[in-house]
């Protein structure tokens, strides 16, 4: 189990507790389904297609890690351009609070962008039109007065188009639709980012949970000038989401610094468990446990240092519904084709594996009867993994996902 390095220097064990949690909490995993998210989503900032991109997935999927990479990939590949001209902000963004009471404070938001965009001097904007043209005195635009949110709104614009951003990410954008009101309300709001994206030419790319996707089919114009980009967990009733989580689980094991590498892969199926499948809530978890092995200068990480700090199973429970609840958004169901066909056609029209299935039941007389022990012909499924596949039994360490 110890043939391959450690994946740190191993200076860092010498260093204090504090430093040793920092760094593996800033560790970044590139495992298969953050590097797909975060390609696609830089190739959507690149096209012109849409200028509202939706990166939705479940809580604790590693999103705001995602949103830092997705910052800090985009800043690396135009270094050149940057270097050229010191004063462009080409990718920025923002965490964005809950709001109080539901109610979307706008000049927060406004005040929140403009400081990601390192506008200067915010909090001394005048109000010029009331100066110069009606010849009165200083009006200073503070964020927090009922009255300046147009003209904070007129800010933004300009520092958009100055600092030549391309895209603008926002995390935890399901705040931004927790307004009253309804479907109306909600329109609202998402024509006031669309329309900044289209005074700006820049693209608005909002990370948030399933509840955005609940939002978006709420209304037909949303869905169809939005692109959702889905950030799933692995799911190890497909094979390959097993062998993927077993690696990540492994490459964990070889980059958590404690003196003697712990042993994940035999509790493999334990890590599945009580983190869903979810990468970023797996992290979280082994945070909680080294810092406890740390605090009690144990070598290694145990089971039970790992049982010790596992959330507890009514809020797993609680975590796994919802995700299972969210991934149906995104499976084409049988029962929504058949529901268009009757809208579009006013009777539904069957596809053609279902005649295929029709006449075989129709026809299913005439054909001879099996010899006995010889299965009937049928359509085995496909995208699951047997019951004594389910165990992560034949992956390989050396699967073991890259670092950054």
Known sequence: ?????????????????????????????????????????????????????????????????LVGELIF??????????????????????????????????????????????????????DIENEIIRKEPKKYLKPFRKDTAPELRIS??????????????????????????????????FNSIKSLSNMTSSKFVMFGTYDLNQVINLDGQLTSRVKEVHFPRYDVRNREDAKFFKSVVYTLQKVIPVEEEPNFLDHTQYLYNFSI?????????????????????????TIEHLERNSLNQKKILTLAREAIKGESDFIEKEED?????????????KSGSQKKEDDKSTDKGKHKRSKPGQRNPHRDQVGTVREDESDFSEIAKENSIGEK
């Open 277 to 301: 499948g979810c990468i970023g809530l797996l992290k979280q978890w082994l945070e909680r446990a080294l810092s406890d092995a740390l605090s009690s200068s144990d070598k290694t990480i």
């Open 156 to 189: 933004i614009e300009s520092a958009f188009r100055n600092r030549k951003t391309r895209a603008f990410l926002i995390d935890e954008a399901q705040h931004f639709f927790k307004v009253g009101g309804g479907s109306e309300a909600l329109n609202v709001q």
């Open 1 to 65: 189990m110890h043939e391959t390095a450690r994946m740190f220097d191993v200076d860092l064990l010498k260093k204090s507790k504090e430093e040793r949690v920092k760094f593996f909490k800033e560790y970044t995993i590139q495992h298969p389904k953050f590097t797909k998210v975060k390609d696609e989503v830089i190739k959507e900032i690149n096209s012109s297609d849409y200028n509202i991109i939706m990166v939705i997935g479940p809580s604790r999927i590693g999103k705001s890690r």
């Open 337 to 349: 084709r058949i529901e268009l066909q009757e809208i579009l056609y006013g009777s539904v029209k």
């Open 73 to 126: 990939e985009y800043l690396k590949n135009m270094e050149e351009e940057i270097r050229l001209n010191p004063g462009i902000i080409p990718i920025s963004g923002m965490e964005l609070p809950n709001p109080d009471l539901s109610r979307f404070n706008w000049k927060d938001f406004y005040f929140r962008v403009l400081t990601a965009l390192k506008d200067p001097l915010i909090d001394e904007k005048i």
